[in-house]
């Protein structure tokens, strides 16, 4: 992917349309996008992602922050690229959701909704943000994260891909190089051994669940073994239970046998005793049935008597039924005449509400007629008052763009002040390590000198141990030795020296280094200090009123500004100055605080006033159409007042003349009068059909009654013979006797069922939990040789392996991309290096609880020691990730099909690099453009500005805004 031409509107700093040719930077190699601090380059960054992804390419900004603060209201917010993807043109378009000016009213706004469009090449247009975003990223690739990582690297995120962990890293490469289906597998895997596991589980406790269920008595022999078997920490052995279980069912059968013919022999006694008892029981039975049959018979009969008499007298009133006829035939030929008058006074009734309803509605409607002339007149005299209202608004909102304007060049003026103060802190820190480093290596030197003064006495004391009188000296030649040199006790050796000399060489290097930086420091901060007083005096040259008031004798500091062009500016007069400018720019904006609060209260008014305005124009004539049409209300009602009077009393009178004719008040007593004398002549006739009926059933009763009676009579003289028979069986046992010995022997029988049912129950149960108990077993010896076998995969595969590196089957895989991965970046980190570093992949964990597979390491083939890419200096680092990102889009780039991107962009870092180390990066980046690829680069670093033709410039605009322009210097 490389981007062919970027256009922003209203975008970030970007306050209006911005159009760049990227066509002009080439197709390979490296450029620049350098400028003011603050004034959008990183914006670039996050304008081409957001194109691409919806989203800005750093995490510090959201789509909501993408609208241009210095943007005219009316200019609207979007980014377009235009790119080229394997050989094809695609130009996408997208805005973020913001608000903008309605279009139907002034002063109002409106919700500018987020939209994406994507042109293909071959013309057709994929509209909206979901589908834009699906396609995009399958045509890319890959998602914003990993474009961030390997094509667009933002500031502060540069250092992620070098020290990623494995499982960092792993998500990287699943989506990179399409790793999934191996991590698939594994969850796969894991989740069936877990499943297993789980089923074996539920097994085991399913068979103690049937355990707990088998019950044996508490006599039994096998009580204590069962007792133990159920306990949960007893390991389960299903032979040993099965066994266990058909004992004590084998028992209770052997029990079960037994209580059955004991039982059996009892029934056999209770139904002889049954047969005696019946036969006694009977002749009482009849006995007392006799006694009861004669006593009802003579109730029935004296009850025969009565009703007799009440039937005949009910007869006789049946004659009174003739007179209720005629009364109740003369009334109902008078209800005509009482629904009438129910006609008449209810039209009366129904005048009289309607009367009553046009009187009040007529009230109303005069209130609301006065009503409504009053509000007239209060929205003529308001309108009146607000006749201006629009214009001093209008005043006002341009007052207040004024003062924001202001703010903003006093905030940056601040920004300017503070950059100032930490360029200073950080100058004085340099200087302050300057001296240090310069104090230590005066003392190593002094060190060294007297270590190297010893030293070589000490090889004179040496040699002269070894001459002889009459010798020639290998120094002098003289054959004489009147005073030879001595040996030293604290001389040094020869490696110690050494050791003091290559002390003494490295705080030699560090404080030349130290004076490098000291000297660059002390460069920034004379640059920031000159642009300072630039801003400064363009701030106390505007006329705002507001600034010359808030800011006072301001322009005696312009005197100032000559400083920006001495060199001999001294650090206490700058500090001096920045502290002025700081107070002095900090009045201005308190000022404009002030001013701009005042301008907001009185905005809000005139916006409430306006607002006022317009809704009682609005109002107006409504008010006035409402009070004619009130008016004219007023005059109907009136008139149809005057006809409902009239009416209700011609009523009046038609109901007074038809009372007089009418013997009841109205149709209802007459009815009620009807309704009475009808049900006092049906209860007439019901009381004699009633009383007749009762005679009629209680002769019946009486005759049966005393049927019965003779009945009971002649079986009990036939049942003498059985009475005698019964006083002499059971060897002579009466009745109560016999009744007790049956009960007796009840009791025995029910304890022989209870006994009988108790095992039963037993043995059901327990019959039942050693059925289920061997059927759980069988198939639960299946899943556990599928298990081990299932779980040894899932450990394999899921890198759990006791004792072994934790290398899952997705890491294992992703390591032969990582390998390869790590060649390419290392034939540019050795080259940056000068060959002292070698970036490799650790073969071994440093904890096996943790995931493993992809960590890196660094080869320091200075000293043969393999460390962490953790311990590498920021300089050191910078350029391991610039190495590993390089390394990682050679390699997608290299898969078949693979992603294509063919440009980088890299957000800051270099600053972090020694003069030799930026030579080296810079040369590594250059040689890109063999291999077609365009990077660009964020910084601000003076040797890339020099080395680097190609640039895209930003600066910052009078109304705080940014402009870019391209400057192909080929």
Known sequence: MRPLKLILSAFGPYSEKTQLDMTQLGTGGIYLITGDTGAGKTTLFDAITYALYGEASGGSRTTEMLRSKYADAATPTFVELTFLLKGKTYVICRNPEYMRPSKRGAGKETKETAKAELTMPDGGVISGISAVNEKMTELLGIRKEQFTQIAMIPQGDFLKLLLSGTKERAAIFREIFNTRPYLQ????????????YNA??????SIRQYLAEVRCKKESAYADSLENLQKEEVIL??????????NIMAEDIKIQESVAQKSDDLS????????????????????????????????????????KIEYEQAEKLQENNNILTAQIEAEQLALPGYEKLEFILNETGQKKQQLEKEEHLLEKSRQEAQKMKLQREKYQQQLAGLKDSGAALERTAAQISVNEQQCRKTEVLQEKVTQNKNLINEMYRIQKRYIMAAEQLAQAGSIYEEMEKRYFDEQAGILAQNLREDE???????????????????????????????????????????????????????SAY?????QYAALISDTHPTIVAGVQDMSNVSDLSHLSDSEEASQEQMIDVIKQVSYRTQQAAEALADEKQQLMVQKARLEADVALEQKISGQLPECEKRQKELEEEVAERTSRISVLKTEGEALKKQADELKQTLKFENAEAARQSIAQKVRQKEEIQQRAKQAGQQYQDCKIKLEAEQRRVLDLTTQLKSGEEDKENNESNESGKKYGELLTLRQEKEVCQKQYQNEKKELDLRIAVNERAAGAVKKIAAKSSEKEKQYQWVRALSNTANGALSGQDRIMLETYVQTAFFDRIIIRANTRFMQMTSGQFELVRAKTADNLRAQSGLELNVIDHYNGSIRSVKSLSGGESFKASLAMALGLSDEIQSQTGGIQIDTMFIDEGFGSLDENSLEQAIDVLLRLSESNRLVGI?????????????????????????????????
């Open 185 to 196: 597998l594994q969850e796969q895997l894991k989740k069936e051994a877990g499943t297993l």
């Open 200 to 205: 074996i589980k539920d097994d085991e406790k």
């Open 237 to 246: 052995d299903t032979d040993y239970c099965l066994e266990l279980i058909a």
């Open 268 to 307: 056999a006694e209770m139904a002889q005793l049954d047969r005696t008892l019946g036969k006694q029981q009977q002749r009482e039975v009849v006995e007392k049935a006799l006694e009861e049959a004669k006593q009802k018979t003579a109730e029935l009969g004296t009850l025969a008597s009565r009703l």
């Open 472 to 526: 020639a000296c290998p120094v002098c030649g003289s054959l004489h030795h009147p005073k030879k040199a001595v040996l030293h006790e604290n001389a040094p050796t020869q490696q110690q020296l050494k050791s003091q000399k290559e002390d003494y060489d490295k705080k030699t290097k560090i404080r030349s280094e130290l004076s490098s930086e000291a000297g660059l420091a002390k460069g920034r901060v004379q």
């Open 530 to 534: 000159k642009e300072m007083l630039a």
């Open 938 to 970: 964020i910084s601000h670093v003076g040797e890339l500005k020099e080395r680097i033709g190609r640039q895209i410039v930003v600066t910052k605009t009078p109304d705080g805004g940014s402009h870019a322009r391209i400057v192909a210097d080929n």
